[in-house]
């Protein structure tokens, strides 16, 4: 990056510096600190149930700044994770200083960073979800040889009293301007926040849900990213779901990211877009076609797709939303810009036509490479997961593919090509596996599948076992169909986890 486009960076630090975060040093961090009045430090870490944690601390001395730059703070392990016992508890937290950004929310100056979690001895917690991500990503990057890119799309809705000026038609909201989506200006505010805590943002925008419910309107929007390092997207989406919430708070506004939140309106989902790099170039793509790559990627993640829900879909309200014949999956197939599976290959810039000169005849004719645009694109996941576990168990998945003998057979046999849900296309949906409907299904699949997951020390088994007697413990195998026609019940269902993950 040039100096001038660091100076252009939303993150504040960015830009000061001058350097790129991934340049950033423990000397950078206290020359940023002391030269522009910073006088708040908080360390910042996700916990087991999924949210951000925070630590403060107040800048009153050189030394004891240096000191918690260079040696971290100790937690109590055991109110964070519920795998760890309270006689062992004591955790190390410590900086990543490439994570560096100012708080957007509080009147006194504060620098944030996100945290790795260490154990007593100084190694890496083996079942942290961050470096459970990096171990991932490693394998992955040993296994292929290629770094495992991802992004989010991140849907939400916001809730506000009902002003009955411009109502917006009921579930019409896609890509809606205002005055019929009030949203708009929040969304961008909070789009704006994002990017100076270092998100890269591909774009905003109002999305199908809306609705209204007693005296409340419900309005659905949506944030997605620029695909980046696992590692990097997982901190993001973390540190997005934490300005979204407070910017809400701050306006007197709520904000959800359930899957479900009523009958017959529209779910909020995290899908999940990836894709394959080696020496910065996109590996998904061979002469304008899908690779080998790309298929083997998608064979692994259609054979432990019933597995991965207990990543992504992580409490009962996530199985109101993955029901037949909606938008969202329940089927183990792929295709082409087909919204009726589970991997979508979304539409690429292959037609080898230049839009901007055909929209622009004043421009040259030109042909950009757009190939670094192509993705593909889990359906299923949604605003429950744990982002960190979600992005590690789609790493393993992918890199599965290059493991498995018959890839190419799979992605051959799990493809297809029209709406699985069309009544003419019933004896091809009857070929395909299906998703778990319940947390506890979600949990056997786990616990049948467990050893890829556990491959290359990637999830340790005190993880997998955490995971699995938490979906366990809802106990609701058969709490769609118990309670599918009784609305007051489903009411108390997503009351209970309204603000999940």
């Known amino acids: 990056m040039t100096k001038a486009e660091l100076k252009m960076n939303a993150n504040p630090v960015v830009a ?22 910073i006088k708040m430090v908080n360390f910042m870490y996700p916990g087991g149930d999924g949210k951000l944690k925070t630590l403060n601390f107040v800048i009153t001395d050189k030394g004891y700044l240096e000191t918690i730059l260079s040696c971290g703070e100790r937690v ?67 296994t292929t040889g290629m770094e495992f890119h991802a992004m ?31 949203m708009n200006e929040f969304r961008q505010q909070c789009m704006l926040y ?12 109002s999305e199908v849900g809306n609705f209204k419910q007693e005296d409340k309107v419900y309005e659905q929007n949506e944030i997605e990213f620029l695909p980046v390092r696992a590692e990097e997207a997982a901190d993001q989406l973390m540190l997005a779901k934490w300005v979204i919430r407070n910017l809400a708070y701050a306006k007197g506004l709520d904000v959800t990211f359930a899957p479900k939140i009523t009958v017959g309106k529209a779910g909020s989902g995290l899908h999940i877009h990836m894709r394959l790099m ?17 298929r083997k990627a998608i ?5 432990l797709a019933p597995s991965i829900t207990a990543f992504g879909n992580k409490n009962p309200t996530s199985y109101f939303r993955l029901v037949p014949h909606q938008e969202a999956p329940t089927n183990v197939c792929w295709g082409d810009r087909n919204r009726s599976v589970l991997v979508r290959v979304p539409l690429g810039w292959t037609a080898n036509v230049d839009l901007c000169h055909a929209a622009n005849p004043l421009e040259p004719a030109n042909k950009p490479d757009t190939t670094a645009k192509q993705t593909v694109e889990m359906r299923s996941p949604d605003g429950s997961a744990d982002l960190y576990q979600l992005l590690a168990g789609l790493c393993v998945a992918c890199r ?6 018959h890839a190419l057979a799979v992605a051959e ?77 489903i009411r108390k269902l997503v009351d209970a986890y309204f603000h999940c993950g």
Request: aromatic fraction near 10%.
């Open 152 to 182: 989010g799309e991140l849907e939400y809705y916001v809730i506000d009293q009902d002003d009955n000026f411009y109502p917006a038609i009921d579930q019409h909201g896609y890509h809606e301007s205002g005055p019929y989506a009030k």
């Open 16 to 37: 000061y510096l001058e350097k790129p975060t991934e340049s950033f040093t423990k000397t950078d961090i206290l020359r940023f600190i002391e030269n522009n009045g």
């Open 413 to 489: 046999q799990t493809y297809v090509n029209v709406n699985i849900h069309d009544a003419a296309n019933a004896d091809r949906l009857d070929t395909l596996a299906q998703l778990p409907d319940s947390c506890v299904a979600s949990a056997h699949c786990l616990q049948q599948q467990r050893a890829v997951y556990e491959e290359q020390g990637v999830f340790s088994k005190a993880m997998i076992d955490g995971i699995i007697r938490q979906l366990e413990a809802f106990h609701d195998e058969t709490l769609r169909k118990d309670i599918e026609n009784k609305p007051e019940e």
């Open 400 to 405: 599965h593919g290059f493991e498995m003998d």
């Open 299 to 303: 064979a692994g993640m259609m054979d």
């Open 76 to 142: 109590d392990g055991s109110s964070l994770f519920s795998f760890i016992e309270a006689g062992s508890s004591d955790l190390y937290v410590m900086p990543r200083f490439s994570t560096a950004f100012i708080d957007p929310f509080t009147e006194i100056p504060t620098l944030c960073m996100l945290c790795s979690y260490f154990d007593k001895d100084g190694q890496p917690l083996a079942s942290s979800p961050e470096n459970t991500l990096r171990k991932a990503c490693q394998a992955f990057r040993k």
């Open 278 to 294: 080696k020496d910065g170039v996109n590996q998904m793509l061979k002469n304008g076609q899908l690779s080998e790559a790309a």
């Open 194 to 205: 994002i990017a100076q805590t270092g998100g890269k943002i591909k774009y905003g925008h």
